[in-house]
């Protein structure tokens, strides 16, 4: 049987899943759909950091340092708006710059945010589908003890230090039809280890996107080890909303429609709860430090599709 | 007495003489005009190119190979926008791009381009005035051969191929108050070594200016050299007009409200001729290859002003 798979991604984490799986599966196969809540306008740019991310990642010209952004890097044209006065608190590459300007250039000129992606992994030769979560702007608004923060405001400007109270999704965004005839042909939806708060929620918020995950076998890989983020801030918004990071938390966060959860060694000791409440559950290494190391958790995430209640 | 300089200027060689004059002035006896009929709107961006090169230039930011653009430029955005299949026939390296982008916000944050080139003056450390002819938009059009063409697509984009037939300035240009108090106070008007046809003559078009010009003592400097431009079409653009390429041409275009001009010591044949129809004229080395000799030809146009009949 040919596995069709539906893998939600937002930035870095989710992208090293995403590139895993995409060495495991034909291009067919597998779609990656992206967190766009993140997106925003700045210097007249359509900035859009999680899809890039992706994108990056799967045409193997991300840094791999950093995660998001491109390898051999140059800051030339930031340096010179720097200069002037303008606003230099988010990182724009050079290389960077001319994604930002020609995705810009044809949204302008009429095309969807769809289009523009594929015309772009076709560009990059990237093989899997990689689609933005929605055509429609649909901006992520944290709520904080600062007040209502855009998101990259939040994230990048204020380097996410005020105190979370809570999140508001913007927009009605819909889905496109090219998601929907990702979900109406998948088998198995995989939650990449991104933040349920920013990443996954926004695209659960999608119109009609809920009812293909309650429908569909779903497995999240979790985003907290041992009670803290590999990256970003998933664990200090979970303490600030007054619950414990932790695998429980991210299982509580997808409940009742989860069917499984990959959680890494450091997190057995939850196994046994996770269980007795009707999820499958992998334990194993789930930090990828390598390309190896994506590779081996993304096959352990299909296999583990098998064992898998619902099947 | 306290002279008081306007120099009109356009790309390269306009440029080159405003540096000159630059360095002979005080910052506040000095205002440079400059054309934007070149101004384009080109992947989202307000571009100016010779604004941008007259900045560049005063800013001692210039490449000095090109005389346009940045000394140590990259060009990573480019190659990027190339691969994504955008338009890359307008060379816009990394740097410049920090220009374009923060011109481009704070334009459509509701500055004018007279504001914005005043703040861009300040922080690159530029003594003197230097302003766009107009805030409002006046796209100069090639008529050619070819049907009409906006001038970037005639200059960068067709390389200057087509056969032109003449021009029209577009929009209704209104002169800034800038603009109005740099004539009023100025003692001479000094026409840079620019194209007539395509820098000159859309300045003289912003409503206003030709009545200073009618007024003040002018001082062109003759942009053709023994029958050919330094750099350029401008030669090119007489001979298809019709008309040879020469200071007489030069002397032509801008009778009979032109005092005098300067031109090279090749084209000293036709120095009886000029004076004869009224001219002030002097002979001397007008090709500027190094910053000695921007200030030397600077320091003739200045004492020259003496010999003027008019004074």
Redesign the interface.
């Known amino acids: 049987m040919k596995l069709n798979v539906v893998a939600l991604a937002g930035g870095v984490g989710g992208a090293k899943l995403a590139d895993g799986l995409a060495r495991q599966l034909a291009a067919d196969q597998l779609t990656i759909i992206v967190n766009t809540g993140d997106d925003f306008e700045h ?3 359509k900035i859009c950091p999680d899809l890039d991310t992706v994108c990056y990642m799967l045409a193997g010209l991300a840094n791999p340092e950093t995660g998001w952004g491109r390898q051999d ?2 800051w ?6 720097s ?5 230099d608190w988010f990182s724009l ?7 930002h ?2 995705r ?3 949204l ?1 000129a009429g095309q969807t945010l769809t289009q523009v992606t594929r ?2 992994c076709e ?2 030769s990237i093989g899997p589908t990689i689609l933005p979560m929605s055509n429609d702007p649909a901006p992520t608004i944290v709520l904080t003890n600062a007040g209502e923060l855009g998101f990259q405001e939040y994230f990048v400007h204020q380097g996410c230090r005020p105190a979370v109270t809570g999140f508001r999704f913007e927009g009605a965004p819909q889905a496109s039809a090219e998601v929907v005839r990702a979900f109406q042909s998948a088998d198995l939806v995989v939650l990449c280890p991104s933040n349920p708060w920013v990443s996954i929620d926004p695209i659960r918020n999608v119109a009609g996107i809920q009812d293909h995950l309650d429908r569909l076998p779903v497995i999240a890989v979790s985003p907290i080890i041992g009670g803290q983020a590999v990256k970003g801030p998933a664990a200090k918004m979970y303490s600030e909303m007054g619950i414990e990071p932790s695998v429980e938390a991210v299982a509580g966060h997808y409940s009742p429609w989860l069917d499984g959860i990959v959680i890494d060694k450091v997190d057995v000791g939850a196994a046994p709860k996770l269980e007795e409440s009707g999820l499958a559950v992998l334990v194993t290494e789930t930090w990828m430090r390598t390309k190896a190391e994506r590779d081996r958790l993304a096959l352990a995430v299909l296999e583990f599709r098998e064992k898998l209640n619902i099947i």
């Not at 030339?76 to 708006?81: E, F, K, S, Y």
């Not at 200069?83 to 606003?87: A, D, K, V």
């Not at 590459?93 to 994604?99: E, V």
């Open positions: 210097l007249v740019l890097e140059s030339q044209a930031l340096a010179n708006i200069i002037l006065g303008g606003p590459g050079d290389k960077d710059l001319g994604t300007l020609e810009t250039r044809r302008r015309a772009f560009s990059w």
